[in-house]
């Protein structure tokens, strides 16, 4: 995405805020519009804070409407020890992507524009309750995400063609319990520590073709100062396996503790398209050296401006297709704001399998992103 952004932000001892408008293009989702509101309500006994909202409107001309509402709050229950996050969000892609199921799929070249896109409606709510055990970093969480999807093909399609388990949509509520170890400081924009999670879901009903699946998730994600606090290295692993009757436009959303979405985009290989390979096995690698280039302060805000050259790894399995590999490779750019709110522009490039007459080539595509949040 390109970004044009007003910063207007206050840090005091009890509080920090800011307001972003924004004009922005995603390779992905196309120009569009939008503005986001974050606020965090300090405490010296909390970490990262005692609360914090977040309001994000965005919508593109390509019919991508992200339209969400997050409230995060610790120091609940009788002990002051439980975290309740709550997530509640209007998706829709008017221009989603869909290129088979496997990890061999192969984008025709001469195919229309149309060909491999469908629509997508998709609201859905995420609550979730995390509770630590001791002292040591552990923490068990227990979830509940809903979530409705109102699925339409075009006639030339291939998801109208292929027509996989997922087409006719439905009410699909998911249950997700897990456990994490969380050593991570800071939270938000670690230097050090690491997050282990062992996740598991069960949709066992839903209506139309949106239920009946369980899945099992790993994850690992570490972070390590190279000799300095300038110069952090970090990484992550995370697969997950489901079984059942898996929707097709579910195997490119992963479960646990905070939603991940895709096999592709930003949050996963950057420079090859959201969700351009799915299968009900899914598994990626990211390494980031995260280099703090700048520090400022406007009035009590910190500012910080890292750097972030990256490699992402991705493949999907249990599909009965060969065990690929797909690169990306790209830089990042950060604005880090009092180690809590993370703006981030991304720019990746990856390899998609094109069909060019009875050859397939590995054709070089950019992804070009500006979203908010480190991606791991």
Known sequence: MILLLILLGLARAESSWYIVPNLAYDSD??????????????????????QAWVVHLFSSLRGYHHHRIRYDRLGLGPDGSVRLTA???WRQWSNDGYWGIGNDTVREEDAGPDRYRYSLIQPFAHLALRRPF???????????????SLVQSEPGSLLAEERPYGTE?????????????????????????HLLEAGGRLAPWGTGQAGGFSGLLLSARGFHELGHERLVLAGRLMGEVL????????????????????????????????????????????TELRIRALDGAIKQTRLGLELAPFI????????????????A????????????????????????PVQRGEEVVQEATLGVYVVFDHPF
């Open 29 to 50: 989702d196309g120009l569009g519009f939008g503005a986001r509101f974050e606020h965090a309500r300090l405490d010296p006994e909390l970490a990262p804070y005692r």
């Open 329 to 352: 490779a790209g830089l990042g750019t950060r604005l880090v704001m009092d180690e809590t709110f993370v703006g981030r522009l991304d720019l990746g490039w990856g390899l998609d």
């Open 134 to 148: 001791g002292e040591g970093g552990l923490y068990g969480y227990l979830a509940l995400n809903p979530k409705l």
């Open 243 to 286: 079984w059942g009757d898996v929707p097709f436009y579910e195997m490119v959303h992963w479960g646990g503790y905070t939603p991940v979405q895709g096999v592709g985009g930003f949050e996963t290989l950057r420079g090859l398209a959201f969700g351009r390979f799915r299968a009900p096995g899914k598994a990626i690698a990211n």
């Open 87 to 89: 997530h509640l969000a």
């Open 169 to 193: 949509g439905g009410f699909l509520p998911q249950l997700l319990v897990g456990v994490q170890h969380d050593t991570r400081s800071p939270e938000l924009s670690p230097h050090r520590g």
């Open 312 to 327: 992402d790894v991705g493949t999907v399995f249990l599909a009965d297709d060969p065990g690929l590999l797909h690169p």
